[in-house]
């Protein structure tokens, strides 16, 4: 696996991997997190993804062949949403995996990318968001990648109803 930083020559790529995720979450009736739509067929999403791709680094994992395993976007700015931190943090706003490569260590090399990113920037805290609704799930396997929970918080949706999610850190300053 190689990792390295993508571009909007990567949007298409980047979309298909979040729609085969998409897919993988509704075939098990999860929903909650991004509901069972297609990021390509979203005006929204494809417009988040080429700022991801434009705006942030984003980090691409790739195996020998140049296929897309996962995607790491990673930026200073802090979502809105998001509590602030009490020191300087990377963020990362996105992170996926191929669910056809699911416990192949994508996710934590992606991760510890983002942390020598961190450290390559002076600093001192790795921040990341996530869907905290249903079994937590998505938590538990970002405390697996060293995160620590912090700040749990809501945000509207514009059917009215809230969409539940956890801040979790890693510290890198000792």
Request: hydrophobic share 40%.
């Amino acid at each position: 696996m190689i990792i390295r930083t993508g571009g909007p020559d990567d949007i298409p790529a980047v979309l298909t991997l979040f729609d085969r995720a998409v897919a993988w979450l509704a075939a098990q009736g999860r929903t909650g997190q991004w509901g069972d739509q297609p990021w390509s067929t979203n005006e929204a999403r494809i417009a988040h993804v080429h700022d991801y791709a434009t705006k942030c680094l984003m980090r691409l994992a790739e195996d020998a062949d140049g296929q897309l395993l996962g995607v790491c976007v990673l930026a200073q700015e802090v979502p809105a949403h998001i509590p602030p931190a009490d020191a300087p943090d990377l963020f990362i706003r996105l992170l996926g995996t191929d669910r056809g490569r699911k416990n192949t260590g994508v996710g934590a090399a992606l991760v510890a990318d983002a942390r020598a990113e961190a450290v390559r920037r002076g600093l001192p805290l790795l921040r990341v968001d996530c869907y905290a609704g249903d079994d937590r799930r998505l938590v538990a396997a970002y405390r697996a990648l060293g995160f620590t929970e912090t700040d749990p918080f809501e945000v509207d949706r514009p059917d009215g109803s809230r969409w539940p999610g956890q801040v979790l850190e890693i510290r890198l300053d000792g």
